[in-house]
């Protein structure tokens, strides 16, 4: 046990960075469930680790690379104008082959292909910190204008474009959030621990919940302690973080069991 | 008096016509209905107004500055959802106005706890309840039992205040009943 060390300075900038993420993806996680888009993430997940495996090999940053993906697979999504997980499973199957012949065919691919699956929290800088810091702005910032549009667009379909408003441009929008946001995870926490932080905490969050607002509140808190607990055990048990970050953020589906909150006011 | 919306010999469609020509126009304070049986083209030509489907001749016209409150047919109740009623109304703007006596107990539950007919009836009250210049209703009676409709039918006279409302429907009493002109669409 080497629980000393969860509060040793050289992991707080790994603990900062992922700390944000932790807030940020299960809110972005709130408005893929309302679109009844869940397996976006993963998608978008394994497109970016296969971008930047295809960065490598391309001689560009494998961050640049998985940051390019992730736009083009927002865009191309946006482009077919389609709402469903259909596209989303394509996208992940397509990153997938080419994450793993990208790293089949290069040894620093491999390496790269394995940190980006598996995650390598522990080793992110303080660039990482950055990209975390200002997706988290990025998410407070866009989120709010974005909400009201995107939940007329699920309660009331057509309404914006019945005022001329275009629902293309706010999807688009949101996508390409979402994917920047899964691409920065993905770098921090791999491929499952990114999928896990969008799609488990607002599932969890949202059995119990009276209100979008309680719901958003509950949904980053809950991912927030998992996170917390997680960071704590994977280093304190010596344990690979991805791994645990995905079991802790699955216990938190205990708070679907707990009795409905009573009605808003 | 200036029409907040006209269609001018509108055929609407897909790749194919599916309803048209038509003409007809919705001034402000009255209830203009579209009527005609399952499949006679009436969403269709809702759906030239959004995009949804196409207008392959002729042309819509709307007032400049028109604002628009739309319920689609069979509204969306995703499951699963936890948008309560105050938070769906404040959506469109309704959450200002006075809601119905049937429905303020309900506005603090989850919309997704709603029956089929409580659910219809809210989503038509946030598109009456707002301030829109322009409110259209598809099939908005669909779920409801008889008690609500008539609650309905009285929300739709008081409301309209100056307002033009545009309601899709197949059900004969119904629209005899809410419609100052009625525009009749073959099967």
């Known amino acids: 046990m080497k629980w000393q060390l969860v509060v040793d300075p050289l992991f707080r900038v790994p603990f900062l960075n992922g700390l944000l993420l932790a807030v940020s993806m299960p809110l972005l996680g709130a408005y893929v469930r309302l679109r009844d888009e869940w397996l976006a993430s993963l998608g978008m997940a394994q497109v970016t680790a296969a971008g930047g495996v295809a960065g490598l090999l391309l001689g560009i940053h494998p961050i640049a690379g998985a940051l390019g993906a992730a736009g083009l697979a927002a865009t191309a999504k946006g482009a077919v104008r389609r709402s469903g997980n259909d596209v989303f499973v394509l996208l992940l199957l397509f990153g997938w082959s080419v994450a793993l012949l990208g790293a089949a065919n290069s040894a620093q691919g491999e390496e790269v292909s394995h940190a980006l699956l598996d995650g390598q929290l522990y080793f992110t800088s303080g660039a990482h910190l950055a990209g975390a810091a200002a997706l988290l702005a990025a998410v407070a910032l866009l989120l709010p204008r974005l909400s009201r549009r995107l939940l007329l667009e699920r309660f009331f379909p057509e309404h914006l474009a019945a005022n001329r408003e275009s629902p293309f441009r706010i999807h688009l929008a949101f996508d390409l959030l979402v994917a920047f946001a899964v691409a920065l995870a993905t770098q921090s926490v791999g491929v499952m621990a990114s999928f896990a932080l969008v799609f488990v905490p607002p599932w969890a969050a949202f059995a119990g919940a009276n209100g979008w607002r309680r719901a958003l509140a509950r949904t980053a808190v809950v991912a927030a302690a998992a996170y917390v607990v997680a960071f704590a055990a994977a280093i304190g048990l010596n344990q690979p973080f991805g791994p645990v970050l995905v079991a802790a953020l699955l216990l938190t589906g205990l708070v679907r069991l707990l009795p409905a909150a009573p009605g808003a006011g | ?187």
């Not at chain 2, 309560?84 to 997704?112: I, Q, V």
Request: proline residues 7%; glycine residues 12%; contains cysteine.
């Open chain 2, 1 to 187: 008096m200036t029409p907040l919306l006209a269609y001018l010999e509108v055929v609407a469609g897909y790749a194919q016509p599916v309803v048209g020509p038509i003409s007809f126009e919705v001034r402000p304070g009255e209830i203009v209905a579209l009527r005609g049986p399952n499949g006679s083209g009436k969403s269709t030509l809702i759906g030239a107004l959004t995009g949804s489907s196409r207008v392959l001749s002729g042309r819509i016209e709307r007032r400049p500055g028109l604002t628009v409150s739309l319920q689609r047919q069979l509204p969306t109740r995703p499951e699963g959802i936890p948008l309560n009623g105050h938070e769906l109304l404040r959506l469109t703007g309704a959450h200002r106005a006075a809601p119905p006596a049937l429905l303020a107990p309900l506005l603090a539950l989850r919309a997704d706890k709603l029956s089929g007919g409580q659910f219809q009836l809210l989503e038509v009250w946030a598109c009456l309840g707002g301030a829109a210049d322009l409110v259209i209703l598809d099939e908005p009676t669909n779920n409801m039992a008889p008690s609500t409709i008539e609650a309905f039918v009285s929300l739709l006279h008081e409301k309209r205040n100056g307002r033009g409302v545009l309601v899709v429907s197949h059900e004969r009493g119904f629209v005899d009943e809410v419609a100052d002109r009625v525009v009749e669409l073959q099967g």
